[in-house]
């Protein structure tokens, strides 16, 4: 066997050490679809421990032939190999390499135990990550505020087009059909009890006091706060955030305080569209179910909801939002220069961003329980 395909030859079968010389070219290519033939002939060869190995006279070696020829060795070196110098570095990178994956420890009694406080440590290192980027973030606004020559208008002002502007189509969408559902419902259960005219407070506090604020929220958080993951993800992945560091330009005033500051001021005017747009829906099916006037429910809203819970609607947008940009972006610099920490990241920031906006909701509403619903 020889050529340019990988071939061998035995040298002196009838001495008492007899020597396999390797000639070809054991390459991907050279080896081709005889891979499994090559390995199989070179094990049974590889038996005989006495055998001696000569690569001398490859044309060419590479990664996949070296493999495969380790692998028909049973993964160590022949007792007698002869190589040339380059071809050494390659099988010492092979030998280096562990043979078996180590076995994993099997949970005993206190495995439950060791699972929570693996949790516990890498909800206190998000944790403290978060609160460091809160610091860094008060201490860029406060600069920004003193010298207000440095403030990232432009940052500023496209963050909030793709945050606020383009999303306007699908919350006002989500908040009109949620809205007829809503309505559609409720009224089936007041007309039951004749109380008709009550469609009007309870679509009034519920969407504008807590619907529409949540609802909005988790689309943004789903839209632009995956956006802005994917956006710092990629921009790791492509070394621009290690460019920004040597080049001396901070990502929080450059990144992360244009995006936090943008989506302050959208949140609340989502809130607004949202619940305006969840409003609509709900007299339209109000007046489909139960014959309700419109100019009726429009008129009678100003009464059966108080002026708070517009402000306290809101104030919840402003804190969404903050919520909202500093998880995303906490997970998107925590990304690391690969594609599988890219998707990993942009799901664990939109999961995180929407929990803590519930957590958050909830917070208010215990806080502010007896606020705009008593007249």
């Known amino acids: 066997m020889g050529g340019d395909e990988p071939g061998w030859q035995v040298d002196a079968p009838a001495a008492a050490e007899r020597t396999v010389r390797l000639l070809g070219r054991w390459t991907l290519q050279g080896v081709g679809g005889t891979s499994r033939r090559l390995v199989r002939e070179l094990t049974a060869l590889a038996r005989d421990r006495a055998l001696g190995w000569d690569l001398r006279g490859v044309d060419q070696l590479d990664d996949a032939g070296a493999v495969l020829l380790w692998r028909a060795w049973g993964r160590q070196s022949p007792a007698r190999l002869a190589l040339r110098p380059e071809q050494q570095i390659v099988f010492s990178h092979l030998a280096a390499v562990p043979g078996q994956r180590p076995r994993a420890a099997r949970p005993g009694l206190l495995g439950p135990l060791v699972a929570f406080g693996s949790a516990v440590q890498v909800l206190l290192d998000h944790g403290r990550a978060v609160l460091l980027l809160v610091g860094q973030l008060t201490l860029d606004l406060c600069d920004v505020l003193a010298r207000p020559a440095r403030v990232p208008w432009m ?18 969408l989500v908040g009109f059909l949620i809205g007829i559902v809503l309505s559609y419902l409720s009224s089936k259960q007041l007309h039951m009890f004749g109380a008709d005219v009550f469609i009007v ?175």
């Open 155 to 172: 940052e500023i002002s496209a963050n909030l087009y793709r945050t606020g502007s383009q999303a306007l189509g699908i919350t006002a």
């Open 201 to 375: 407070n309870l679509l009034g506090i519920a969407v504008i006091r807590e619907l529409g604020p949540v609802l909005a929220a988790i689309l943004v958080a789903g839209r632009s706060g995956s956006a802005m993951t994917a956006q710092l993800g990629v921009m790791r992945v492509t070394q621009e955030l290690d460019a920004m560091t040597v080049m001396g330009i901070p990502h929080g005033r450059r990144l992360i305080l244009p995006k936090a500051i943008a989506l302050a001021i959208a949140m609340p005017l989502l809130i607004l569209w949202t619940s305006t747009m969840a409003l609509a829906g709900g007299i339209l099916a109000a007046q489909v179910e139960l014959g309700l006037n419109p100019l009726y429910f429009i008129d009678s809203l100003r009464s059966a909801v108080p002026i708070a819970n517009y402000w306290l609607g809101l104030g919840k947008g402003v804190v969404f939002g903050l919520l909202i940009a500093i998880i995303a972006c906490h997970f998107g610099l925590r990304i690391r220069p690969n594609t599988e920490s890219l998707g990993r990241g942009v799901t664990a920031s939109v999961v995180a961003a929407i929990t803590m906006v519930i957590i958050a909701d909830a917070i208010f509403a215990v806080l502010f329980s007896d606020v705009g619903l008593m007249l």
